[in-house]
């Protein structure tokens, strides 16, 4: 029987997170745009994956429903609590200082603290705003459509069919479609498990469960529990629903002899801690699972085809950072999809730098979360895990380096502000690394007050940054796998290191920067600061310290926006 086609400029397999981001930015930058996104199911449907990170915040608000999210009123998230590394003993990882959150009256509106806080969102509900905004947009949303079947012409997309047998053709095709990739397979794109960790996750929805820390006005952290044969993750979705999962390596699955309802209801059991929070609380009664699911694709994209999402690869959950680096990804494709069709003479150039900061973040965030597990073992052996890591990567380093590396290489060239798409701030960073290795870790700049720019091995690339709508070529510095954009703060600190080495007067720059509104972005000063750090964790430039000048004490950038300095010999004061 012949069914009717359906012709549209861009056809998106997929209305999770990265379809509808996708869908939602390519309208807002170019209404004009027909945006088809096919989605099998009907939503609103359940999702796990519900734990994010302060980085998708100004995504939403740059799609435009950011209020809606938050009227929704998911619980807001701070930070995590951990039980890991070292320790027994439970221990906090924030975001933001709780206390500014408990000032916080919600519905709120994306600025000051809000910019620094995330949700913990229940995806039937995130998910469907998110589509029915990409709707409103201007996006044709097809649901239970399912694309069965993708004809190709060599490494061309000729046409999309659905399961009902409707064509759609279009100018280029999107796999937004989650780690079924039904894209990828049809374009016969392998993939390759990128860490050796071979874990399960199994998962279900409590209902009454208690809040596992209610900081000020709704103001949550997740709760991460390593036990003896895994770890166990408790989310607060909202006022009485909690998603609680388990994940452990495959071979402790398979020795137990348990089903993984058995298994997840005793990891529970050896939880005092979630079964405290659980008392009276009923499980939907569904435990869900999946496994092996760290893996890039080898390739993003084809001539008229790109993979976005979780299609592309996905990380082990540990950080939870797979809706950021979604997210992300999304908004990029979306600014390139829409370059693309002006058909710039860089196109191949364009497509290949998109593949290249995706996948560069997902095996980012395998390693990290490698170097993760690691740390459950003791300091010494996971350094020289850490060693093995960057080795594999082709990186030949001395444990020390192939920590600091690991831990906070490459967060620092993904755009004009401060470092975005990652963990944390450097600092914050820090905090963690030491609660998990039981050592102290400062500021760097808190130790050198001699700064230069160390471009040894450095290149001077152009690469796409992604401002307000637009494809900007930018120069970067790029050395090996770390890139440095020269504009924003880090352009700012270039030019200033060029021209200074002594740390006060550097400040001095910084501080006449920010007050002049920082090129318009209104930057704190720790932000900047922040930049600086990374510059220097990741060798653009290098510092020493010479015994006549004053060192900074930058502890309390964290409540004010004070530099202080403490002269040898001397209280400290404020400059
Ligand atoms: C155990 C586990 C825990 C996680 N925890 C977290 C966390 O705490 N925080 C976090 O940020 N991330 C987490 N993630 C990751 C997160 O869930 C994903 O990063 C995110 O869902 C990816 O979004 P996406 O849009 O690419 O894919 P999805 O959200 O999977 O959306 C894909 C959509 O495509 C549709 N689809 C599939 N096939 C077809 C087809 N043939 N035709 C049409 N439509 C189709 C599906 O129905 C679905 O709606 C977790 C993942 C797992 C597995």
């Given at each position: 029987m012949q069914h009717a086609g359906i012709e549209t400029d861009v056809a998106i397999i997929g209305g999770g997170p990265g379809g509808s981001t996708l869908a939602s930015l390519i309208l807002k930058y170019a209404p004009h745009r027909r945006v088809l996104v096919l989605e099998k199911?009907?939503?609103?449907r359940d999702h796990v994956g519900e734990s994010q990170l302060p980085a998708v915040a100004g995504i939403i608000h740059e799609m435009g429903c950011w209020d809606q999210i938050e009227d929704a009123g998911f619980p807001l998230k701070v930070g995590a609590t951990y039980r890991w590394g070292t320790t027994e003993e439970l221990w906090d990882f924030d975001f933001i200082d709780p206390r500014e959150v408990e000032r916080i009256d919600r519905p709120g509106r994306y600025e000051g603290p809000r910019r620094f806080t995330a949700f913990q969102a229940d995806r039937a509900r995130y998910d469907d705003i998110l589509l029915r905004h990409a709707e409103a947009l201007g996006a044709a949303v097809m649901e239970e459509s399912q694309v069965v079947k993708i004809h190709r012409d060599g490494d061309r997309v000729e046409s999309l069919e659905l399961r009902d047998g409707r064509i759609v053709t279009a100018s280029y095709y999107i796999d937004a479609s989650g780690h079924i990739g039904v894209l990828r397979r049809g374009m016969g794109v392998k993939t390759k498990a990128e860490s050796s960790l071979r874990n399960i996750a199994m998962w279900d929805y409590w209902e009454n469960?208690?809040?596992?820390a209610e900081i000020g006005v709704g103001g949550t952290r997740v709760q991460v529990m390593s036990q003896s044969g895994g770890w166990m993750w408790f989310i607060p979705l909202g006022p009485t629903r909690a998603s609680i999962g388990f994940v452990c390596p495959v071979d402790h699955y398979k020795t137990s002899g348990l089903s993984a309802d058995a298994l997840y209801r005793q990891a529970i059991a050896n939880d005092a801690h979630i079964s405290s929070l659980i008392e009276h609380a009923t499980p939907r009664g569904t435990t869900r699972t999946t496994t092996d699911w760290s893996f890039t694709s080898e390739r993003l994209y084809g001539d008229n085809w790109f993979l976005v999402g979780e299609a592309a690869g996905f990380a082990d959950p540990i950080l939870a950072a797979g809706l950021t680096i979604t997210h992300a990804g999304a908004r990029e494709l979306a600014y390139i999809l829409n370059d693309l069709f002006d058909e710039p003479r860089d196109a191949e150039w364009l497509k290949a730098s998109y593949a290249d900061t995706q996948l560069r973040r997902i095996r980012q965030h395998i390693r990290f979360a490698d170097f993760w597990y690691a740390a459950k073992g003791r300091f010494e052996d996971l350094k020289e895990h850490c060693v093995r890591i960057a080795g594999a990567s082709g990186v030949r380093m001395t444990p020390e380096a192939a920590w600091r590396w690991l831990a906070q290489?490459?967060?620092?060239?993904?755009?004009?502000?401060?470092?975005?798409?990652?963990?944390?701030a450097p600092p914050s960073l820090k905090q963690v690394l030491g609660k998990l290795a039981a050592t102290k870790r400062e500021w760097a700049l808190e130790t050198l007050n001699v700064l230069t720019l160390n471009l040894d091995d450095v290149d001077r690339e152009v690469l796409p940054v992604f401002v307000e709508g637009k494809v900007v070529r930018e120069a970067h510095w790029v050395r090996g796998q770390d890139r440095l954009i020269l504009t924003g703060h880090y352009g700012m600190l270039s030019e200033v290191l060029a021209e200074e080495s002594d740390l006060s007067k550097i400040v001095e720059r910084i501080k006449r920067y920010c007050a002049d509104g920082g090129g318009g972005r209104q930057p704190s000063l720790r932000q900047v600061m922040e930049s600086l750090e990374a510059m220097l964790n990741e060798r653009w430039v290098v510092g020493s310290y010479d015994t006549n000048k004053p060192c900074l004490a930058l502890g309390r950038l964290e409540h004010d926006d004070q530099v202080h300095w403490n002269e040898a010999g001397a209280s400290t004061h404020t400059v």
């Open positions: 199911e009907k939503f609103p469960a208690d809040w596992a290489g490459g967060f620092a060239h993904d755009g004009p502000g401060p470092p975005t798409t990652k963990t944390d």
